[in-house]
């Protein structure tokens, strides 16, 4: 059974860090990318960032760019998201996805129709 969980996620102030997990089991990590994602109420959800286990490549959405890392610990069958210098508007559910396949283009890395299995999300709130 593939399964990923989500953790991390919390209150913060604006300014605060978080750093998310997203435990994988029931497949063979290192042959998949993963993607953060993140949703509000009655948005889309949204690319945040991406990580190849394959090739080690990294990519992220422009609103999240230096202030969000992406790491792959394939030991334990983790992917991490620190998030620094948090701003309001990063307050979503953020889930993690898994994609048995690796891409090279951001718009493609970060779409959410490229992504086979979803974690149950985890809530992150950043108050002003």
């Known amino acids: 059974e593939v399964q990923l969980v989500e953790s991390g996620g919390g209150l913060v102030q604006a300014g605060g860090s978080l750093r998310l997990s997203c435990a994988a089991s029931?497949?063979?990590?290192?042959?998949?990318?993963f993607g953060w994602f993140r949703q509000v109420p009655g948005k889309a959800r949204e690319g945040v960032a991406y990580?190849?286990?394959?090739?080690?490549?990294?990519d992220y959405a422009d609103s999240v760019k230096g202030r969000f890392t992406i790491s792959s610990d394939n030991a334990k069958n983790t992917v991490y998201l620190q998030m620094n210098s948090l701003k309001p508007e990063d307050t979503a559910v953020y889930y993690c996805?898994?994609?048995?396949?690796?891409?090279?283009?951001?718009?493609?890395?970060?779409?959410?129709?490229?992504?086979?299995?979803w974690g149950q999300g985890t809530r992150v709130t950043v108050s002003s």
């Open positions: 996805g898994a994609s048995h396949r690796s891409y090279s283009l951001t718009l493609v890395r970060l779409s959410v129709r490229r992504y086979d299995n």
């Open positions: 029931g497949f063979t990590f290192d042959d998949y990318a």
């Open positions: 990580i190849s286990n394959r090739d080690g490549n990294t």
